[in-house]
């Protein structure tokens, strides 16, 4: 079983910015990609940014130039900088963990972005 933990959402002026962290635990395989999905209101789940290890990321385009993932393998984090946020960002951001055998999600964390 593997356990996230989010953190970093919280409430920002448009075009401000937040970090958003995410830790793994639990039966980790080394091979794994991790990411961030998110939820706008009204919206279903969408992807916005997944990198695996020493992978190129991939990024939805509504946040290219904007947000960068980053990941630190050795404490199984993986991180989500988000720099000129529109209101249209805000959402509730999940981070996402995927192997050959299955995936996992975190509870989600709430990001607000005020115009």
């Known amino acids: 079983q593997v356990q996230l933990v989010e953190s970093g959402g919280g409430l920002v002026q448009a075009g401000g910015s937040l970090r958003l962290s995410c830790v793994a635990s639990?039966?980790?395989?080394?091979?794994?990609?991790m990411g961030w999905y998110r939820q706008r209101p009204g919206k279903q789940r969408e992807l916005v940014a997944v990198?695996?290890?020493?992978?190129?990321?991939n990024y939805a385009d509504s946040v290219k130039g904007r947000f960068t993932i980053s990941r630190d393998n050795a404490k199984n984090t993986v991180f989500l900088q988000m720099n000129s946020l529109k209101s249209e960002d805000t959402a509730v951001y999940y981070c996402?963990?995927?192997?050959?055998?299955?995936?996992?999600w975190g509870q989600g964390t709430q990001v607000t972005v005020s115009s």
């Open positions: 639990g039966s980790i395989f080394r091979l794994n990609v």
């Open positions: 990198t695996s290890n020493g992978g190129r990321p």
């Open positions: 996402n963990y995927r192997t050959d055998w299955g995936e996992h």
